[in-house]
């Protein structure tokens, strides 16, 4: 990836001529990209709070409609038009930080730099650190343990459970994304089971750097002038004279009259 061979090969380097600690190294190179992507974190987490603060009027929707998974997906999208609120606006940060993941995972495992450099347990970060050797094999995740891999995998659960209780039910959702952040975790286990140990220690670092974040963050975010704000937002569009909407507001609008339109000829 052109991400991984101009930005973060020669930032490494960069690194590795100032840090002789590898493990040192890779705690620094996570609090940079972190850094860097701090912004995109605090956007996120300010549309995952306006969703939070709907919550219970989404919760009205749902018991007042029932089971009718479309009208309580058309009456949520109207109520987010209503206060001026993109619900895919959390999504697009996320999407964002995807390219840097996929370099970040194509980087170690061709980083010969990492051979028989140790840290900690591991000594060697360019191949997976087994603290135990077991007599037979696991389909898809080896005959080793890794302890990194492993501590990875908690961290992963510990913010899945985090976000979880932060994060609102989305009505209408096919997939229980809930459920996800629970059995993604596991399956990365498999996976990077037999990965470079520096690329888990990586993931490790990073998961705990975006607790901490989240945790910052929640401190700072006044919820209370959010909800002033959507109540302010709601009341100018209610009338009709207020900041003009966005385009996807418009688009919305559109796709809810047309949803309307096929439900009165069905």
């Known amino acids: 990836l052109p991400i991984t061979r101009y930005i973060f090969v020669p930032l490494f380097e960069f690194l590795e001529s100032i ?3 590898y493990g040192l190294l890779i705690i620094v190179l996570v609090l940079i990209i972190k850094t860097a992507l701090l912004p995109l974190t605090y ?11 709907l919550a219970p009027e989404i919760a009205a929707i749902k018991e007042k409609i029932g089971d009718d998974a479309a009208r309580v997906q058309q009456e949520t999208m109207k109520l ?36 028989q450099e140790s840290f900690l347990w591991a000594e060697d970060l360019s191949t997976f650190d087994s603290i135990l050797n077991l007599p037979f094999n696991i389909p898809f995740y080896g005959s080793h343990i890794s302890l990194f891999c492993l501590l990875m995998t908690v961290s ?13 039910d989305q009505p209408g959702q096919p997939i229980n994304m809930k459920m996800m952040a629970y059995i993604t975790p596991v399956i990365f286990m498999f996976v990077m089971n ?22 910052a963050i929640r401190k700072f975010v006044n919820e209370d002038k959010i909800r002033e704000l959507l109540d302010k937002n709601r009341a100018k569009i209610k009338a009709g004279g207020g900041a003009k909407k966005s385009r996807f507001s418009e688009y919305l609008q559109t796709q809810l009259k047309t949803m309307e339109e096929q439900q009165k000829t069905t």
């Open 19 to 21: 840090i002789f600690n």
């Open 43 to 53: 956007k996120s987490y300010v549309s995952m709070a306006k969703t939070r603060i």
């Open 156 to 168: 992963q659960l510990a913010y899945g459970y985090y976000n979880n209780q932060i994060t609102p």
């Open 80 to 115: 987010y038009g209503e206060v001026g609120v993109n619900p895919l606006s959390g999504c697009i940060p996320v999407l964002a930080t995807m390219p840097v993941l996929m370099a970040v995972f194509m980087l170690f495992p061709n980083l010969i730099n990492l051979r």
């Open 194 to 215: 037999s990965f470079p140990a520096g690329l888990s220690f990586y993931y490790f670092v990073s998961n705990l750097v975006t607790i901490g974040q989240q945790l």
